[in-house]
């Protein structure tokens, strides 16, 4: 009984020693099994890395797509503005003739007996000079004033007794601006200095 007794404590050590075993062989073969998804993981981390640049990349790509494009975009609208501009400073321009006849034909309806003729030549010339104020254009009536030449060409001397000196005595012909630019310098008589 005794030996009996000997056997029965060392078996539950064996059991003990088999569990560890067992214990031990898990975790090992647990090791293994991370050591291996480690090792699988690294080729998955390196895709989903090499994904993430190409991603990024891409992105960088369509920002500056998209940055280009505005860049496009605002350079298109102020070239479509200047020719804007630029067509309706040459139309104003190209009408300035017919407005100067306007205003002729107003001058040598008053003597005329005609009243009808009168005022239908007026009614043109200012719904000529309304299109013009639509447009921008305004004219340059410096009657008076010290002669500008950025506004104005001297083309004939007045004497002292027409006003001050270096002053613009007599408008030969109108001109005309639209906005800050010149459409037509006026033609001027200017009192010498």
């Known amino acids: ?29 647990t090791g293994k099994v991370q050591e291996s998804e480690k090792e699988e993981k ?13 991603a990024a990349e891409y992105l960088a790509l369509a920002q500056r797509v998209q940055a280009d494009f ?33 205003e002729r034909a107003v001058e040598a309806a008053k ?3 005609d009243e009808a003729l009168k005022n239908g030549v007026e009614m043109v010339l200012k719904q000529m000079t309304e299109a013009y104020g639509k447009m921008g254009v305004k004219p340059i009536d410096r009657l008076g004033e010290k002669f500008d030449p ?24 109108k001109g005309y601006m639209i906005g800050d630019k010149v459409l037509r310098h006026a033609m001027v008589k200017v009192v010498p200095e």
């Open 1 to 29: 009984m005794g030996r009996k007794k000997h056997e029965a404590e060392e078996l539950p050590e064996e059991k003990k020693d088999g569990m560890k075993a067992e214990e031990t062989a898990a975790q090992e073969s």
């Open 42 to 54: 690294d080729p998955m981390q390196e895709a989903l890395d090499e994904a993430n640049a190409k």
């Open 70 to 102: 505005e860049n496009f975009r605002r350079r298109n609208e102020s070239v479509r503005a200047d020719a804007y501009a630029d067509g309706r400073k040459d139309t104003a321009a190209l009408m300035l003739p017919v407005l100067d006849n306007l």
């Open 111 to 113: 003597e005329s007996a």
């Open 150 to 173: 950025n506004l104005e060409n001297a083309i004939l001397q007045g004497t002292a007794e027409e006003g001050e000196p270096g002053t613009v005595c007599q408008v030969l012909q």
